[in-house]
C-alpha cells in the first residue's frame, strides 16, 4: 500500500476532479477524503464559477511561496531609473599612474 503523501504527489500532476456544487455540498466528507488522498478537487456552479479545494498543506506552501521576495533579476527591473534603462554591461576600467 502506498503512503497517503506519495498517492497525493502523484495525483497532484493530474487534472483535478471536478465536482457540482449541489454534489460536494451533499457529500461533503467525501469530498474532504478526496482531496486528502487524491489531491485538489475542483468545485463548479451551473453559471462555471468554478473554486478549487486543496489541503491546508499545500494551500500553506503556495501562501509561504508567494512571500517570498522577487529574483534578483526582477530587483533590477523593477528598480526606479527615472525613465532610463539600467546598463548593465561591465565597464571597462581606466587605469591610472601612481607616483610613488
Known sequence: MTSLTSQVSLHKMAKPSVWQLHEAKARFSELFRRVRTEGPQR????????????????????????????????FFRSAPTGGRRLDLRPKRDTTRTIDW
Open 43 to 74: 468545485v463548479v456552479k451551473q453559471r462555471g464559477e468554478a473554486v478549487v479545494v486543496v489541503a491546508a498543506e499545500e494551500f500553506d506552501r503556495g501562501a509561504e511561496r508567494s512571500r517570498q521576495p522577487v529574483s534578483l533579476v526582477e
